[in-house]
């Protein structure tokens, strides 16, 4: 059973910084690739942020580059969102997510993603 556990999330105000964490656990979980997405009242759940396992390499929405970064602790299982200069657009709830493998599915869809958090809320005041 492979469970991701969020933290982090609270509320700030615009221009300020907030880190999420998503700590993987499972017997033999070794994740493929992790990813963040948000969903705001009433919007569909959005594609923020993806590192791949073994490379470190990370893809971003364009909304959050710059701004936003993602990064892993192998040895921990456990996968980082470091999000500074915050918008009020950015509150949301966070979802992490995590797959073991590619799945022949595009990295900032969903359906790439087989493990799923309970969401953590970001609430940007301005």
């Known amino acids: 059973q492979v469970q991701l556990v969020e933290s982090g999330g609270g509320l700030v105000q615009a221009g300020g910084s907030l880190r999420l964490s998503c700590a993987a656990s499972?017997?033999?979980?070794?994740?493929?690739?992790m990813g963040w997405f948000r969903q705001a009242p009433g919007k569909e759940r959005e594609f923020v942020a993806t590192i791949s396992w073994s490379s470190g390499s990370t893809y971003y929405a364009d909304s959050v580059k710059g701004r936003f970064t993602m990064s892993r602790d192998n040895a921990k299982n456990t996968g980082y969102l470091q999000m500074n200069s915050l918008k009020p657009e950015d509150t949301a709830v966070y979802y992490c997510?995590?797959?073991?493998?590619?799945?022949?599915?595009?990295?900032?869809?969903?359906?790439?993603?087989?493990?799923w958090g309970q969401g953590t809320q970001v609430t940007v005041s301005s």
């Open positions: 499972g017997r033999t979980f070794s994740p493929y690739r």
């Open positions: 997510a995590a797959s073991q493998a590619a799945w022949g599915r595009a990295y900032y869809t969903a359906g790439a993603y087989e493990y």
